[in-house]
């Protein structure tokens, strides 16, 4: 936001980061204006609404996955699999949305950003292990 570098001015950068993987939206987006920024955008839409915000595409990706597995498999969970998806999405969403906060004391340190990241790792590894997938998901 036009300050001098710091590991502030980083986490904010990583949220917005997030947030446009994830919405399939840019920040310079002609939708932003008036006042809405992405991070608003998403934090409003994250009250009421994630399946809206969240980018097609990737959505469209992870159906296409979990198709590929067998139908057992995906009968067994479907409802539970959309539910544990969007589960996922929301923390991600969340933590995009703390990292892009106006005030600089306000967003999450980068080791709070990271534990919370694996903790959503290890919970959807979990959850696939459980239901008898396979977990594709490798974290650097």
Do not use: W
Not at 78 to 93: D, F, N, P, R, Y
């Amino acid at each position: 936001m036009g300050n001098e570098v710091s590991p502030s001015g980083d986490v904010y950068s990583y949220g917005i980061l997030l947030l446009e993987m994830f919405t399939g939206k840019r920040p310079t987006d002609s939708m932003f204006s008036d006042g809405l920024t992405l991070h608003k955008f998403a934090k409003v839409a994250l009250l009421e609404q994630v399946p809206n915000i969240v980018d097609p595409t990737l959505v469209q990706q992870m159906g296409m996955r979990e198709a590929s597995s067998s139908i057992q498999i995906a009968q067994n969970h479907s409802s539970s699999s959309t539910h544990e998806i969007q589960e996922c999405l929301v923390s991600v969403l969340k933590i995009g949305i703390a990292c892009s906060d106006d005030l600089p004391t306000d967003r999450m340190d980068i080791k709070d950003v990271v534990s919370q990241l694996h903790a959503i790792q290890a919970r959807t590894t979990l959850e696939t292990v459980a239901q008898g997938g396979k977990s594709t998901r490798n974290v650097g």
